[in-house]
């Protein structure tokens, strides 16, 4: 599952950050996700959606909480934090 579709309160572990490089560059924007904590093992929960289709995405990390365009947080791989401990 992807970060951008985790339900509302719910919360889950990091698999993996996708990255999607332009042509002659590396992707800023997952290297940036990862500085910021998005990596595996990792628990984040959704903690609230904007106003305008639901866009940007507030998550949380730890104390932490980070504001995600939903192009941003479907770079993110997470699995249900149920299925995470099984």
């Known amino acids: ?3 951008d ?3 509302f309160g719910q919360s889950a572990v990091v698999v993996s950050v996708e ?10 924007i997952a290297r940036r996700l990862r500085e910021l904590g998005f990596v595996p093992g990792e628990v984040v929960k959704l903690v609230a959606t ?3 289709r639901a866009d940007p995405l507030l998550i949380q990390i730890g104390f932490t909480r980070f ?3 939903r192009s941003e947080a ?9 299925e995470a401990a099984v």
């Not at 999607?20 to 800023?28: A, F, I, K, L």
């Not at 479907?74 to 149920?82: F, H, I, T």
């Open 19 to 28: 990255d999607r490089p332009q042509v002659g560059s590396t992707d800023v």
């Open 1 to 3: 599952m992807r970060l």
């Open 67 to 69: 504001a995600l365009r």
């Open 5 to 7: 579709s985790l339900p």
């Open 74 to 82: 479907a770079r993110v791989a997470v699995c249900l934090q149920a």
């Open 50 to 52: 904007g106003p305008v």
